[in-house]
């Protein structure tokens, strides 16, 4: 069966880096969209990138452009979320998941989803 298992998450200082990873299974990875999203404490569920099957084409929320950065290995069957100058606004859980037909940001694209990395950004 599907499986999304999301690691690399933890607390960190603003301005620090993370790189989370997502390690998928049970499908042919390189056949579908990725996206990541994001659940802070109180908030909604938010898409911030998402990524082509060959990687090609990445997309972008406003809060996490020119910060954030969006990757795939097709040959390790994992995808990337590289998060730099991180800010205490970025604290919440952190989900990668698969997309269904259309590779487009909205959570309503996407039928299999990871359990989740929490990061905290302090202060």
């Known amino acids: 069966q599907v499986q999304l298992v999301e690691s690399g998450g933890g607390s960190v200082q603003a301005g620090g880096s993370l790189r989370l990873s997502c390690a998928a299974s049970?499908?042919?990875?390189?056949?579908?969209?990725m996206g990541w999203f994001r659940q802070a404490p109180g908030k909604e569920r938010e898409g911030i990138a998402r990524i082509s099957t060959s990687g090609g084409s990445t997309y972008y929320a406003d809060p996490v452009k020119g910060r954030f950065t969006i990757s795939r290995d097709n040959a390790k069957n994992t995808l990337y979320l590289q998060m730099n100058s991180l800010k205490p606004e970025d604290t919440a859980m952190y989900y990668c998941a698969r997309g269904d037909r259309y590779c487009l940001l909205s959570s309503s694209f996407y039928n299999y989803w990871g359990q989740g990395t929490q990061v905290p950004v302090s202060s």
């Open positions: 049970g499908y042919t990875y390189s056949s579908y969209c």
